[in-house]
């Protein structure tokens, strides 16, 4: 079941008190009294007064002050005692909890604030709790102001509005005319009428769905002032359908001129798994309306707008990470042709001449040591076997160089030169040859 609270001012009819005279409305000499809930609160100091609620719900709690001059007081619920306390405290406070009693069932009872001594004790308000619908239900709360086409004022030109902004609403429906009434339409399980309570104020004939009910709206004749955004009637278990409520002035009672009209809030419960499956078509139709008119619906404009973001995103990350595999390739390569080892043309074996790279092809020639250079010098002249020039080889065929060799000839066994040799011959040097030299090519 749906539950929900309703709050119950002092000053609300819903609360009788009695003696007559042994409870006061809001004292104006009390330089505390905004402390309190609505800025009122009932007092009294007569012992065995009487402050009764009687209610629709599952739970009560009542709210009062706490002050050093107070007294004790006890509560009861449908005659039995529940609570015996006090309200007396070292310091003024408001507000406080006077006791609670819970886990009722939820149907009409009442409560009794009894005071038990001649020392003052207040109410400032009451709250109840109540339930409507079945177990799992939903709560739907909804309030139609006295200024709603639903409000329907008869005869009209005895009705006047007051716009001050301590109504809900900022608006108020008064009359002083006896045969005035206003009728308001609803669907709901329950239905709370709000207004106010004034000294000046008629006894109200409220009729629900043809049931009247008759209840002061001058708190009892205790009325000192205006109290406004009063919880006045609420009745609950009317069922689903279209219910009419009708207020009017008690012609009969003799009281004040004036009734008025604030506003209703109505109760309604609502099954949780008729809400899930209602709520589809409704979903649908307004998808299906948005498509009709060219608009793509909310969700789907969402949709597509977190899809494209989250797409540019993964094209992004995509280029980035291609770039960066084409960078380490590309290190990787240029890693494996260092520059500081270059590969020239002449260390190319195919480049080589047997004779420098320590082979001959298809024969066995020694290498050359640092000595037997000087032989190089006696065979073919440098003319024949070193020629310069565009087209011609820088090196000599080396087998052509080594049969044209002569013996060699050790520069430490002879200090003088052969004269018979070939007079191309290069002059050797008396110690030691010169370093080996190539024309410029």
Do not use: C
């Not at 009122?40 to 050093?68: K, W």
């Amino acid at each position: 079941m749906a539950s929900f609270n309703l709050t119950v001012e002092d000053s609300s009819p819903l609360i009788s008190y009695s003696p007559a005279g042994a409870w006061s409305d809001s004292p104006s000499n009390d330089t505390l009294l905004s402390s309190y809930s609505g800025s009122s609160y009932h007092t009294t100091s007569t012992q065995g007064a009487t402050a009764t609620i009687t209610f629709t719900g599952t739970a009560i709690t009542i709210f009062g002050g706490h002050r050093p001059n107070y007294g004790t007081y006890e509560i009861s619920v449908d005659g039995q005692d529940v609570v015996a306390s006090e309200s007396s405290a070292g310091q003024d406070e408001f507000q406080q909890l006077m006791g609670t009693i819970s886990g009722l069932s939820n149907g009409q009872h009442t409560a009794v604030v009894t005071s038990s001594t001649s020392s003052p004790i207040d109410i400032d308000y009451v709250d109840i709790q109540t339930q409507v619908g079945a177990v799992g239900s939903q709560l739907t709360k909804s309030t139609i102001d006295d200024t709603d086409p639903s409000f329907v004022y008869s005869p009209a030109s005895e009705w006047s509005v007051n716009d001050k902004d301590y109504f809900l609403n900022d608006t108020l429906h008064y009359t002083s005319s006896p045969g005035a009434s206003a009728a308001v339409t609803f669907s709901g399980d329950t239905v709370a009428l709000y207004g106010t309570i004034s000294q000046d104020h008629a006894d109200i004939q409220l009729s629900l769905d043809g049931q009247n009910v008759t209840f002061g709206a001058g708190a009892n004749g205790f009325a000192s002032t205006l109290h406004s955004q009063i919880l006045l009637y609420y009745a609950q278990g009317l069922g689903s359908t279209q219910h009419t409520l009708t207020v009017s002035a008690d012609p009969q009672s003799g009281t004040g001129p004036f009734i008025d009209v604030d506003a209703i809030v109505v109760y309604s419960s609502t099954d949780s798994g008729s809400t899930t499956s209602s709520s589809k078509p409704t979903s649908t139709n307004a998808e299906r309306n948005a498509t009709s008119s060219g608009k793509l619906p909310t969700k789907t404009m969402v949709g597509v707008i977190v899809g494209s973001i989250l797409g540019f995103l993964l094209l992004l990350a995509l280029v980035f990470f291609l770039l960066r595999w084409r960078r380490r390739r590309r290190q990787d390569r240029d890693a494996s042709q260092s520059p500081l080892t270059p590969t020239l043309p002449i260390q190319n074996p195919d480049m080589l001449e047997a004779g420098l790279s320590g082979r001959s092809k298809g024969k066995n020639v020694p290498r050359l040591s640092q000595n037997s250079m000087t032989s190089f010098y006696s065979g073919t002249p440098p003319d024949e076997g070193f020629v310069s020039g565009p087209g011609h080889s820088r090196v000599a065929s080396i087998t052509e160089s080594f049969s044209s060799m002569a013996p060699i000839i050790n520069a430490t066994q002879s200090q003088s030169y052969d004269q018979s040799m070939d007079s191309r011959a290069p002059i050797r040097p008396n110690q030691r040859p010169p370093p080996l030299k190539f024309s410029a090519l």
